[in-house]
T-cell receptor, first 114, second 115 residues
Framework: AQKVTQAQTEISVVEKEDVTLDCVYETRDTTYYLFWYKQPPSGELVFLIRRNSFDEQNEISGRYSWNFQKSTSSFNFTITASQVVDSAVYFCALSEPNTGKLIFGQGTTLQVKP | EAQVTQNPRYLITVTGKKLTVTCSQNMNHEYMSWYRQDPGLGLRQIYYSMNVEATDKGDVPEGYKVSRKEKRNFPLILESPSPNQTSLYFC??????????????FGQGTRLTVV
């Protein structure tokens, strides 16, 4: 069965610290997509990144970077020089190829203190 | 602006009173779906639709109905709401659920309380 595990329930850091959010997934499919979403206190789900299973290149977008390692079934997310506005719940998700369903991890609550 | 629009954003209703949460997307996406988010249970898919007139059950379909008569709209219907359907609901759309070659766009969420 497919599964996404975000072992860190809550993380608290001080502004300007770097922080890494872990995501480990399980799937038997050879083709799949991985996602990260941000849910700020206002409640909406904001898309951050999509990565397909054939592309293991790491990606950087401003202060955000993602490390995809197929060998360890991990898709970790790093925020460099965190800011208070980064405080949110972050979800990692895996797509189910036959249905298009997104299988979400339980989420990691990140608190960035000034 | 590309978006998924849900209405209403907030709703308090009484047990048994039928309600509909609307969802509309302006991106000509084929795939649409509904999720509910509950503390401790995360996000779970309720129903999905691969295209017009093609809907199927997700993980938690009991107590819900959907329809897909037009590509842009995918309403969620609660025929007889019960308190255990109190939740935060999200509508999502993407170009193709199976190929998933675009990101899944989510609506702003509908916070439903059934008393």
């Amino acid at each position: 069965a497919q599964k996404v595990t975000q072992a860190q329930t809550e993380i608290s850091v001080v502004e300007k610290e770097d922080v890494t959010l872990d995501c480990v997934y399980e799937t038997r499919d050879t083709t799949y997509y991985l996602f990260w979403y941000k849910q700020p206190p206002s409640g909406e789900l904001v898309f951050l990144i999509r990565r397909n299973s054939f592309d293991e290149q790491n990606e950087i977008s401003g202060r955000y970077s993602w490390n995809f390692q197929k060998s360890t079934s991990s898709f970790n997310f790093t925020i460099t020089a965190s800011q208070v506005v980064d405080s949110a719940v972050y979800f990692c998700a895996l797509s189910e190829p036959n249905t298009g369903k997104l299988i979400f991890g339980q989420g990691t609550t990140l608190q960035v203190k000034p | 602006e590309a978006q998924v629009t849900q209405n209403p954003r907030y709703l308090i209703t009484v047990t048994g009173k039928k309600l509909t949460v609307t969802c509309s997307q302006n991106m000509n996406h084929e795939y649409m779906s509904w999720y509910r988010q509950d503390p401790g249970l995360g996000l779970r898919q309720i129903y999905y639709s691969m295209n017009v007139e093609a809907t199927d059950k997700g993980d938690v379909p009991e107590g819900y109905k959907v329809s897909r008569k037009e590509k842009r709209n995918f309403p969620l219907i609660l025929e007889s709401p019960s308190p255990n359907q109190t939740s935060l609901y999200f509508c999502a759309s993407s170009f193709s659920g199976v190929r998933m070659n675009t990101e899944a766009f989510f609506g702003q969420g509908t916070r439903l309380t059934v008393v």
